[in-house]
């Protein structure tokens, strides 16, 4: 006769393991930091992060890259690293960019979020944080 729980098998049978998450719901997400200070210290929202998150967005739409399987812009609080502000940061490779102009915003969408080559002239310096 067994002593084994089979709740304890069944829960341990079903556990997902990494090779069980299939593939990412998007290739590129992307956030933008567009924290607002209202006391007067450096914050993304006071350098245009706005505008560059809908510049963003609709570039992304234009290109016909949006949607499951490809691309996803999203806001983003701030995400602690203010002094390389204003701040993206796209996953799942994990690569932070401190943006300065639309233009930049373009070249990150074709050359990291379309073909998948980091833009690495606008890779936030590792050191910077808040
Ligand atoms: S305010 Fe944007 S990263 Fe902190």
């Not at 829960?11 to 567009?34: R, V």
């Not at 940061?89 to 080559?117: A, C, M, R």
């Amino acid at each position: 006769m067994s002593h084994q729980n089979p709740l304890q098998t069944e829960a341990s049978s079903s556990s997902p393991s990494s090779a069980d998450t299939g593939p990412a719901y998007y290739k590129h997400h992307i956030f933008f930091c567009l924290n607002e200070r209202k006391n007067g210290e450096a914050c993304c929202a006071l350098q245009g992060a706005q505008a560059a998150f809908d510049h963003c967005k609709s570039r992304v739409k234009e290109l016909g890259l949006s949607g499951p399987g490809q691309v996803r812009v999203n806001k983003a609080g701030c995400l602690d690293r203010c002094a390389g502000g204003p701040i993206a940061v796209v996953y799942p490779e994990g690569t932070w960019y401190s943006f300065v102009d639309t233009s930049d915003i373009d070249e990150i969408v074709e050359s990291h979020l379309k073909n998948g080559q980091v833009v690495e002239r606008l890779r936030t310096p590792p050191h910077l944080g808040r």
